[in-house]
């Protein structure tokens, strides 16, 4: 199993600008999550979701759009980059109430 | 909501002694309560955890202990190694589920040889 991957690694974007962070399990989780990770602030839940076509709105959610259409994916869309969202993302899955995966990370710097 | 504070925000131990860390939460309802180590670069990863009906759980060199009363938990690494140098985050379920977690803002250990 490659567990949870995220694309891309690293991304530079203007202010303005959309983009998708993409996130993937092959591990059949029915819950993923997504988190910014801030210096001094440790990691913040974005979004997340219990299933295909469920989501719901975690602490910060302003400012990103998320969907599920299949249990392996569980893309991030910024729809207008800002600076204020200059962060390192991380995805994450768990099954049920058990341990929730990390994947790597994508460094994101809005300029 | 829940916030989830943590101390110290780094330390500093010499090879061989121990290192304790320790979280609060405000959240009663919170029956969950996971440690991560995130190395440099890397996503955090899962090193313990304990859930509100046990006191204390220990895996080899790494424990927990949890307070319900005073609403504080805590990670006991012993007999440290240089390996053992990382971040560590604790976290509270966030209304009753563990997959949505409230982070503290960690605690960089760095272990001298």
């Known amino acids: 199993n490659a567990g949870v991957t995220q694309t891309p690694k690293f991304q530079v974007l203007k202010t303005g600008q959309s983009m998708t962070l993409q996130c993937a399990q092959d591990?059949?989780?029915?819950?993923m999550s997504w988190y910014r990770q801030d210096p001094g602030m440790g990691l913040r839940l974005i979004h997340y979701s219990v299933g295909a076509g469920i989501t719901d709105q975690g602490e910060v959610p302003n400012g990103y759009n998320v969907s599920r259409s299949t249990t392996e994916d569980f893309p991030l869309r910024l729809l207008s980059a800002a600076p204020s969202q200059t962060s390192v993302y991380f995805c994450?899955?768990?099954?049920?109430?058990?341990?929730?995966?990390f994947g790597p990370g994508t460094r994101l710097t809005v300029l | 909501g829940e916030n989830v504070e943590q101390h110290p925000s780094t330390l500093s131990v010499q090879e061989g002694d121990s290192a304790v860390i320790k979280c609060t939460y405000s959240d009663s309802a919170s029956n969950y309560f996971p440690w991560y180590k995130q190395e440099l670069g890397k996503g955090p990863q899962l090193i313990i955890d304990i859930r509100s009906n046990v006191g204390e759980k220990k895996d080899q060199r790494i424990a927990v202990t949890l307070n319900k009363t005073a609403k504080h938990f805590s990670l006991h690494i012993t007999e440290t190694q240089p390996e053992d140098s990382a971040v560590y985050f604790c976290a509270a379920s966030y209304r009753d589920s563990s997959y949505k977690l409230i982070f503290g803002s960690g605690t960089r250990l760095l272990v001298r040889p």
């Open positions: 591990m059949n989780h029915e819950y």
């Open positions: 994450a899955s768990s099954r049920g109430q058990d341990t929730q995966y």
